[in-house]
């Protein structure tokens, strides 16, 4: 480890991929994630995951947020409106910065799905992160001081 992320605060939420093996939790764990599946939506719901993450994260510590796009349904991933729902429910974490990755417009379908799905779930992270206000001594890194 090289001691760049807090080993428990870190989540993967929103897994769909099938795992090659028990050893792809055991390198997320040594890697200090917890695993939320994106299937675990069915018996928890958006509440549930919402819940999972802010309990790992916790208010006070910096959080940034990385999004892939890949996470959406082709196949029991969740819905845009789960996604949708699971960021507005991270209103109020101490946001600090976000990426959107595996967006493809070159691979996209002509009605360019994950493209405005991607777009839409920006314009949701940005929303937390002005409700927030600017970043600033006193609300990302206080603890550290």
Not at 45 to 51: E, L, R, S, W
Not at 60 to 81: E, K
């Amino acid at each position: 480890m090289e001691g760049l992320l807090k080993n428990d605060t870190n989540i993967h939420a929103g897994i769909r991929t099938t795992l090659s093996g028990p050893s792809d939790y055991d390198n997320d764990g040594y890697c200090g994630f917890q695993i939320v599946e994106a299937r675990e939506v069915d018996t928890v719901g958006t509440d549930g995951i919402i819940q999972k993450i802010r309990e790992r994260v916790g208010t006070d510590n910096p959080v940034y947020l990385s999004i892939d796009i890949d996470t959406l349904d082709p196949a029991c991933g969740w819905s845009t409106r789960e996604l949708h729902t699971i960021i507005r429910g991270l209103d109020g974490l101490n946001l600090i910065g976000a990426d959107i990755v595996e967006v493809a417009p070159a691979y996209d379908t002509n009605a360019e799905l994950s493209t405005m799905a991607a777009a839409d779930v920006l314009y949701e992270i940005l929303t937390i992160m002005v409700k927030n206000g600017p970043l600033s001594v006193s609300n990302s890194h206080a603890h550290e001081l």
